[in-house]
């Protein structure tokens, strides 16, 4: 990692732990306001400081859809073509309006792989129409960028539960899979993730005490392939309810996963992967 | 739920005669039809069909069916469109059949289609009613659906639009007494939404059901669809004289009026739950699952594919 490096990675939970706090005084705005605001030049000073990013250059793919039907759950996948060789070092995912813009920031270990394409998926909330980013950091330190923009569809409160009551239902069960590539040959395995948790934004009034119900989410998340780190993410509340993760990591000797799970109150899950492709 | 229906062979029989004593759409002004469209589909039982569209400028959020009861001491208004602009109407056509006070405004759940009329009848200081978790999940969507709302309605018809919660909030089974005729209110565990509220008028044996049934108009699922396929299931053996829908034709038979949406959430859940144990991702489920669906629905491209999200995202926890 270079010198701009070291620094960016707990400027990055320094942050987040900020805008939680300040997630009150966002909601207060007026949607409209927040909407007119370009807050992307301040969001890049703040992460990449005076870096240069290379936008669109084709080393990232980001999908998502153009309209979020679902806002509460909008499925966005960040693909590296197999054209791109290098390792990668970092992949941080960025909407805009939302009132914590950063959704996730991974660092990419030596078990990530290469030598085929790489992937990374999960679901977000997009509380507004906003500029959705992926911004790739590649083993030679330069910082790839794909951006769309997604409108969210009416109707859907994007930060709220479906069913508050049924949340906490089973809260840390955890369900971690691995398949094999198509291929035999392929270097690159997958693996599913799933969470059952509520990450909660803490932006809701319980209606009986007027009380802002605390936040609670998923805020780091460390995947390692026997003992070696696939990657280890820093998220926030913009990552979907029950957060679910799809992403590749390299073959190894043994292609079980151990996954360990934080969240904001402290909390600490763990589970490995079932036998592969089961 | 049906070991506990609040109908009573005697009331079956009286409104059996009653029924017989007047026809099953009683004439209704012209004035009054041409405003609202309100037609009485059994004694003192009125319905007001909302167009199947979403929201906007021309529609006035008037795209959910609405209900008054009149009984001897007074009327229960269920559900009041989606703009205060809307619900004035449906109160002056209230006013056009009856002088007397309106004492309940009943919202069968939250959605802003249902409710954001309810500021309409704050002069009648009525009692506002709901299921007991619809205040806690309408106030904490309040900034969006209005926000979203003002937007797809135009400055105009957002115009009067307040939140008004329940002040009388239920849980279980409850009665208003109308005098003569008693509404007998029943919470529902988390299908359509996490706070769908059923009404029988027990004078006529009409069960106004709110989105738990949708007909003609697709059905919207922010709820269970486990949930929602269960209690439809307990609701096809329930008996009825008649059942309103929240969307759809004013009256509706019982159980036939169920199968079209029951049809369509279990193809739902078996197309997902296929898919699921495939392999298959949320992505690839909004491109196919249901989809045969299609034709059968109006405002299908507005709702499907969040439908199959949510549904995609609750089954892959089975």
Redesign the interface.
């Known amino acids: 990692m270079g010198k701009e490096d070291s620094s960016m990675f707990p400027s990055l939970v320094y942050r987040t732990g900020f805008a939680a706090i300040a997630c009150a005084a966002h909601?207060l705005l007026a949607?409209?306001a927040k909407a007119e605001q370009d807050v992307w030049p301040a969001l890049r000073q703040q992460t990449f400081g005076d870096r240069q990013i290379q936008a669109e250059d084709g080393a990232v793919i980001l999908?998502i859809p153009g309209t979020a039907?679902?806002a509460s759950?909008v499925?966005l996948?960040v693909r590296v073509p197999p054209a791109v060789t290098q390792k990668l070092k970092s992949l941080t995912l960025f909407i805009d309006k939302n009132p914590d813009p950063l959704v996730a920031s991974l660092s990419f270990g030596p078990a990530a792989g290469s030598g085929g394409e790489r992937s990374f998926?999960t679901?977000v909330r997009i509380d507004m129409f906003s500029h959705v980013r992926a911004v790739l950091e590649t083993e030679d330190g330069i910082l790839h960028m794909a951006t769309k923009f997604v409108a969210a569809?009416?109707?859907?409160?994007?930060?709220?539960a479906?069913?508050?009551?049924?949340e906490t239902v089973?809260l840390g069960k955890m369900i971690v899979k691995t398949?094999p590539p198509a291929l035999s040959t392929s270097p690159i395995w997958s693996s599913l993730v799933?969470i059952?948790h509520p990450n909660q934004n803490g932006m809701?009034?319980?209606?009986?005490t007027a009380d802002i119900i605390p936040a609670r989410f998923v805020k780091e998340m460390t995947v390692k392939r026997g003992g070696e780190l696939v990657f280890q993410m820093q998220s926030t509340f913009s990552i979907?309810?029950?957060p679910?993760f799809?992403f590749t990591f390299g073959r190894g000797a043994d292609n079980s996963l151990d996954v360990v799970v934080k969240d904001t109150d402290g909390a600490v899950f763990t589970a490995q992967s079932e036998p592969s492709g089961s | 739920m049906c070991e506990r229906r609040p109908i009573s062979r005697r009331n079956l029989v009286e409104a059996a005669l009653a029924l017989a004593a007047s026809p099953l759409l009683r004439y209704v002004p012209a004035a009054l039809a041409d405003q609202a469209d309100i037609s009485e589909i059994a004694p003192g039982v009125f319905v007001h069909q909302g167009r199947y569209e979403i929201q906007s400028p021309e529609n006035r959020g008037d795209m959910a069916n609405a209900c008054f009861v009149v009984g001897r001491d007074g009327v229960a208004v269920i559900d009041t469109l989606g703009s205060a602009v809307a619900g004035r109407e449906l109160r002056d056509a209230i006013r056009a059949v009856t002088n007397k006070p309106i004492r309940y405004v009943i919202n069968t759940h939250m959605h802003p289609d249902h409710v954001f009329g309810n500021a309409a009848f704050k002069e009648d200081d009525p009692v506002y009613v709901g299921h007991h978790k619809l205040a806690r999940d309408l106030a904490s969507r309040a900034d969006r659906y209005l926000a979203i709302n003002k937007q797809m309605l135009g400055d105009a018809a957002f115009q009067g639009i307040e939140i008004i919660l329940p002040t009388l909030a239920v849980d279980g089974m409850q009665t208003l007494d109308l005098g003569a005729r008693s509404l007998v209110l029943e919470t529902q565990p988390t299908a359509h939404t996490d706070n769908d509220m059923t009404i029988t008028d027990t004078a006529t044996d009409t069960l106004f059901l709110g989105d738990l049934l949708f007909s003609v108009h697709v059905p919207t699922l922010d709820g269970s669809i486990k949930g929602w396929l269960a209690l439809l299931d307990k609701l096809s053996r329930r008996e009825a004289a008649r059942v309103v829908p929240g969307h759809g034709p004013k009256a509706m038979e019982l159980p036939g009026a169920l199968e079209s949406e029951q049809r369509y959430l279990a193809t739902i859940a078996n197309d997902v739950r296929r898919l699921i144990k495939e392999g298959k991702t949320l992505e690839d489920a909004t491109k196919v699952a249901g989809f045969s669906e299609r034709d059968a629905w109006k405002l299908f491209d507005q709702y499907h594919v969040r439908n199959v999200t949510a549904a995609f995202a609750e089954l892959e926890w089975e």
């Open positions: 909601i949607p409209a999908e039907e679902d759950l499925p996948t998926s679901r569809a009416g109707g859907c409160g994007a930060m709220q479906k069913d508050p009551d049924a089973d398949f799933m059952k809701q009034l319980n209606i009986n979907s309810t029950n679910n799809r």
